[in-house]
């Protein structure tokens, strides 16, 4: 469960119109965010056949999806054709639950078109349900990140925050 799934794809013009076309969107040169979820596909359902998981995909249910715009400018602008997606995605918690199991799992997309480098641009997160009655609770985690913001009180208290290994700083 601790394997990053990537994925990599070039938006077609006819990704876009099939997406907007499934979708009820008129056409238009652009995709929609909802374009994400084809992006990050194969990394997303290449995260639900981890071993630790243990539980029958035919009773696989899809609960929901969830973005975030990453970045600022030009990075969340429509995506459009010719674009190269970049998608890595992991699964971050396995629960059991009542009814079944649940499985969360969270990626990260990245854009790049006429040879500039990748940047970030959405996390997408992704919950699903395996329906069933589960023992395995071994197999069961949820990994969290918590986010602090910390004032510091002058130079020299900073200087042995950053010294320290555990410690990352985000200019915010």
């Known amino acids: 469960v601790d394997?990053?799934?990537?994925?990599?794809?070039?938006?077609?013009?006819?990704?876009?119109?099939?997406?907007?076309a499934a979708i009820g969107l008129p056409k238009s040169e652009t995709a929609s965010l909802d374009f994400c979820t084809v992006a990050a596909w194969q990394p997303l359902?290449?995260?639900?056949?981890?071993?630790?998981?243990?539980?029958?995909?035919?009773?696989?249910?899809?609960?929901?999806?969830?973005?975030?715009?990453?970045g600022t400018g030009a990075v969340r602008a429509k995506l459009a054709e010719g674009e190269k997606i970049d998608s890595s995605v992991q699964v971050t918690s396995v629960l059991i639950v009542p009814g079944g199991k649940e499985i969360t799992a969270v990626g990260t997309l990245s854009r790049s078109s006429g040879g500039s480098?990748?940047?970030?641009?959405?996390?997408?997160?992704?919950?699903?349900?395996?329906?069933?009655e589960f023992t395995d609770y071994t197999g069961t985690f949820r990994r969290a990140t918590d986010e602090t913001t910390l004032t510091v009180k002058d130079d020299a208290a900073a200087k042995v925050l950053m010294s320290k290994s555990w410690f990352t700083a985000v200019n915010g």
């Open 45 to 70: 359902i290449k995260s639900l056949f981890a071993r630790e998981i243990q539980g029958n995909l035919f009773k696989l249910v899809h609960l929901s999806h969830s973005y975030q715009l990453l």
């Open 117 to 132: 480098a990748p940047a970030k641009f959405v996390s997408i997160t992704s919950k699903f349900f395996i329906r069933g």
């Open 3 to 20: 394997t990053i799934h990537t994925g990599s794809s070039v938006i077609t013009r006819s990704d876009i119109d099939d997406m907007n």
